[in-house]
């Protein structure tokens, strides 16, 4: 027996615990203090994989970070904005324990391409907040440099495509994308002050919480001051529409508004588009007054048509083996990252190191998450407090989210043949939007769930529920009718976007844990996760 | 070459002592304990304190930008 | 006052969807098209051969099988059309010209459309076999290219369908008809609406916003009768000795086509003066200019983008505008505060409330009383309060200004 128990502990040494319950497993919920849920000490996955950990993401991870900052406008810039802006300090330092939750579990080559992952949204972020810094004229005695006169702003959700002729001249960074789309996925309590704020001066509770932080920040003052114009859109809904008159009062800058039509599908729409885009690369040039570039514009869309079918090599293998190495998280949100920011080099490098591991996957036939119980589908916009849930439920219940809508809403190419075929390319893809094509945009296209449901051979589909997102809640019946009518098997996830108090993180699980256990009958992977109070974790 | 061998050997010892500590640090996960306990209340503190300007002070000039209409 | 000769009449043809005007004008052969926004031209749906409904769902207090297809975090008013339309209060239409201009409605209308789909059963919600939903997208902007599109957008969408369907005379003649006869309507409204600037005006906010609801729900060519004869009413009509209240608001907001809504504002004693929210008149009865040799299409194209004042534009400088042009309305019609009305879950106007509220006061001199609301308002205790509180305030405010 003690021979057996000593052999045990070491094949857990060398390997690390198994998974499963009968199996002996991990009991991953073992390793987090109460209610901070901090580790008591950071999971042990065997030899390779923890020391992997460590220094590849880990240490790697911590030192680039400082690298990322140093060479990109320097330490002095970010302390500056560190110490004044909220978003900044309250939320990148704990970083890695954003990686922790979406990594947590993960062994070998998902754990490494996962990881990747991280670390380009990650270098992408300091970016992008840095140039908000060192251009910030807040930080510089209300002096407009010469970074503020290259920045232009842009609503978080105007596709950063739109840009590309002043590639090298004008840096675009979007004005919420840092200061509130991202905290919320690493630290959500950051954006609580934001929400509270904007209802402190009377805006209800019910529009789209999301809309709610991104006018919160300009209420709480904590947007830094670093460009000379804005662009705005109507993404994705009523309340970014009237967002987008909250802060222009409050950034009072020349501020052009991109409309972003809801009925795509008609190519009378697409044709308008056109006209608009056209019409924003004048105010482009009026406000800047550098011209146009076709060179660039075409250079850039080609880098960026690089990626696209990068993705859909990825979603090939997603779809039709058990060998895909990227985990439901990561695969959710490098990809809103990278289409919605549009091309930049962090991308193709990443995508250099994942193609390898993909490839390794393929050829060797590896199957990153052997416990796969139930492909499933997330449909939907996604709860940003908890985006990690998906890892939670691989662990626990063995449920593996092959894909979700957001990584298939900019599902094209963009041709570059001709200035007609891009200008419609283009538009179709501005469209496109985040949450416009399948959530609040024509009913039906929320309803091609089916047609990915089998193209990614899932068979389960995890149904986010917005609880105040009017789009997704005006077809709620629908989908019940559907889902019973076609004996699909749902689960539905109640969230409010950034806001965590409406719908907690254990309330999430929870509903989980019922369905698989009331309505499919199935015994948890590793019980220990089935209920522990994270209630104050970042 | 004794000297040489003793700065390596210190060196390595350096390098092990360092890598011990940060395996520490990783492994407990010190790092997140002290953002979590010191860093973040700090922070959290020094962002609840900071004199803002009341937004809705802000001006609001109806005129003050054109129409951007280039096809007029 | 004296009674308004028709008021009871034209409180009874509010009771319902399908009253008896839209009954006549389906017994002469008309067909009843439906819409639910400003941004859907009424002009173009009251064409020979058929007559524009604006829907509403009175009395409809608790939409449950709505609920169940929308969810109940979902506008009250839009949830209410649906659970009317499932009722089979809406069978008599034979289309609805939609928009996407709120999401709310637009899941309504989405609901009410056959989409023949594989991935998606079409609920045929409206139980007639004519029936028909067409989508046409509105920009948010009003610059030319805007106009352009949406007049584009107008002829396939509405204009087209309209004539395929039901073999509706769409030519310009047939469009200059329809906009002779909006202004008629437009007209009489306007100037049964002007008696409100007197300063004991011979009409209550309650009885025009009754009248102007008519307009929009009845056949225009059956309500005009009694449009004209109201009007004609009005040029006698004397106002109370004493003034039934005590002091003047402007009412602006969301949805609203609840006539007791303004009953219960003008029993706290405020006078309603001007209804600057969807379904009031300020928008709506504008004329409508058809110079000749213009394109009549564009021409309702740019008058419907231009004279909206609606929170979904995002020009800049529109975004501003817009609350200059209340103040204005309050000077216009000499109202001494503005009462800002949002639909619960009506996003537009929840931020616009906000920047309204300290806008017009802080800039424009102006009271502003900030309320939200249902639909149908069960609650009135509370909005009673709020109104009367603010009535006081508003008295105050002359008192302390020597009025």
């Known amino acids: 027996m003690a021979k057996m128990s000593i052999s045990k502990a070491l094949k857990d040494f060398w390997y690390g615990k198994p998974h499963t319950a009968e199996e002996g497993g991990r009991r991953l919920g073992d390793l987090h203090e109460d209610k901070t849920h901090l580790y008591k000490h950071r999971e042990w996955r065997g030899v390779a994989d923890t020391m992997y950990y460590f220094y590849n993401i880990w240490l790697y991870n911590y030192i680039f970070m400082v690298k990322d900052i140093m060479v990109m406008h320097g330490p002095i810039t970010f302390a500056k904005g560190l110490w004044r802006y909220r978003w900044v300090g309250q939320t990148y330092l704990p970083v890695l324990h954003w990686f922790d939750r979406g990594l947590e579990g993960m062994r070998g080559e998902a754990m490494k391409a996962s990881a990747w992952h991280y670390r380009a949204m990650v270098s992408t972020t300091i970016r992008q907040f840095q140039r908000m810094f060192a251009a910030d004229t807040r930080l510089h005695g209300g002096k407009q440099n010469d970074l503020y006169k290259h920045t232009i702003a842009h609503n978080e959700t105007v596709w950063g495509g739109v840009f590309y002729p002043w590639d090298g001249e004008i840096t675009n960074v979007p004005l919420e994308m840092i200061p509130y789309f991202v905290t919320c996925h690493v630290n959500s309590h950051t954006v609580l002050n934001y929400i509270d704020a904007v209802q402190s001066i009377g805006l209800p509770g019910d529009p789209c919480p999301m809309c709610q932080a991104e006018s919160g920040i300009f209420v709480l003052d904590d947007v830094p001051d670093y460009a000379p114009a804005v662009i705005t859109c109507n993404e994705a809904c009523d309340a970014s529409v009237s967002t987008s008159t909250l802060q222009d009062w409050f950034f009072d800058k020349p501020l052009f508004s991109l409309p972003m039509p809801m009925l795509f599908d008609d190519p009378l729409v697409k044709k308008y588009v056109m006209r608009e885009i056209e019409e924003l690369w004048k105010f482009v040039e009026q406000q800047y007054g550098i011209p146009f570039s076709w060179e660039k514009l075409t250079k850039k869309l080609e880098l960026q048509n690089e990626l696209q079918r990068f993705e859909w090599e990825k979603w090939e293998v997603a779809a039709k083996s058990d060998y895909y190495p990227v985990n439901g998280v990561a695969q959710a949100l490098y990809r809103i990252y990278q289409t919605q920011y549009g091309d930049w080099e962090i991308w193709h490098v990443t995508d250099k190191k994942v193609r390898k591991i993909l490839e390794k996957c393929v050829s060797k036939k590896i199957n990153s998450f052997p416990q796969t119980r139930h492909r499933v589908i997330a449909w939907s916009c996604a709860p940003l407090y908890y985006s990690n849930w998906c890892t939670w439920a691989y662990n626990c219940w063995g449920l593996n989210v092959i894909i979700n809508m957001d990584s298939l809403m900019f599902d094209m190419e963009i041709r570059t043949d001709s200035y007609e075929h891009t200008l419609e390319d283009m538009a179709q893809y501005h469209m496109w939007a985040p949450m416009r094509r399948m959530a609040v945009g024509g009913m039906h296209h929320m309803f091609e769930l089916w047609d990915y449901m089998k193209r990614f051979n899932c068979d389960m589909v995890a149904m986010y529920d917005q609880l105040q997102c009017k789009g997704v809640q005006g077809l709620h019946g629908l989908f019940e009718d559907e889902f019973r009518k076609r004996d699909i098997k749902a689960f539905w996830i109640p969230h409010a976007l950034p806001d965590s108090r409406t719908v907690s993180r254990a309330e999430i699980r929870r509903l989980i844990n019922d369905y698989m256990s009331t309505v499919m009958h199935e015994e948890p992977l590793d019980p220990s996760l089935l209920d522990f109070d994270d209630s104050m974790t970042w | 070459m004794n000297k040489i061998c003793k700065f390596f050997v210190k060196l390595l010892g350096i390098l092990f002592v360092v890598n011990a500590a940060l395996f520490a640090v990783f492994f407990f996960d010190l790092d997140g304990k002290l953002l979590f306990n010191v860093v973040e209340p700090f922070l959290k503190k020094h962002y609840d304190n900071m004199e803002r300007k009341d937004t809705l002070k802000a001006p609001y000039e109806i005129d003050k930008f054109p129409k951007y209409d280039f096809n007029s | ?403």
């Open chain 3, 1 to 403: 006052m004296k009674d308004l000769k028709h008021l009871i009449y034209f409180e009874n043809l509010l009771q319902e969807a399908n009253n008896e005007l839209v009954q006549q004008a389906k017994k002469d052969g008309l067909r009843a098209i439906g819409y639910t926004c400003y941004f859907m031209p009424e002009v173009l749906l009251d064409l020979p051969g058929c007559f524009s409904v604006r829907l509403r769902a009175p009395r409809c207090t608790s939409p449950d099988i709505a609920t169940y297809y929308m969810s109940a975090r979902v506008c009250h008013y839009a949830r209410s059309l649906m659970e009317r339309a499932l009722e089979g209060g809406f069978n008599f239409l034979d289309a609805q010209m939609a928009t996407e201009t709120c999401t709310a409605t637009c899941r309504f209308q989405e609901h009410l459309q056959q989409k023949h789909l594989d991935s998606v059963d079409d609920m045929r919600i409206i139980d007639n076999d004519d029936f028909f939903c067409e989508f046409s997208d509105v920009p948010f902007k009003n610059n030319e290219i805007s106009y352009e599109h949406y007049a584009t957008q107008l002829r396939a969408h509405v204009l087209q369908p309209l004539h395929d369907h039901f073999g509706i005379d769409i030519s310009d003649e047939a469009i200059r008809k329809a906009v002779e006869q909006q202004n008629e309507v437009s007209r009489l409204i306007n100037e049964i609406g002007d008696y409100r600037k007197l300063d004991n005006p011979t009409i209550t906010g309650y009885e025009f916003h009754v009248i102007q609801l008519c307009s929009l729900v009845c056949p225009k060519y059956l309500i005009l009768p009694y449009l004209r004869e109201t009007a004609e009413e009005m040029k006698t009509r004397e106002p109370d000795m004493k003034k039934e209240f005590r002091c003047k608001v402007v009412l602006a907001g969301s949805e609203n086509d609840d006539p007791d809504f303004t009953k219960l504002v003008e029993s706290c004693g405020a006078r309603v003066v001007v209804d600057r929210y969807c379904y009031g008149a300020v928008e709506s009865r504008q004329i409508i200019d058809l110079p000749e040799g213009v394109d009549p299409v564009y021409a309702i194209a740019k008058h419907y983008l231009h004279s909206s004042n609606c929170p979904r534009f995002m020009p800049q400088d529109e975004m501003r505008a817009r609350k200059k042009r209340i103040a204005e309305l309050a000077k216009e019609y000499h109202a001494d505060g503005v009462i800002i009305a949002s639909n619960k879950f009506c996003e537009y106007w929840s931020y616009e409330r906000v920047i309204d509220t300290v806008i017009l006061k802080r800039d424009f001199g102006l009271p502003v009383c900030s309320i939200e609301k249902e639909y149908i308002n069960t609650a009135s205790g509370q909005l009673r309060t709020r109104f009367q509180a603010f009535v006081e305030s508003v008295e105050i405010k002359k008192i302390q200004e020597g009025k």
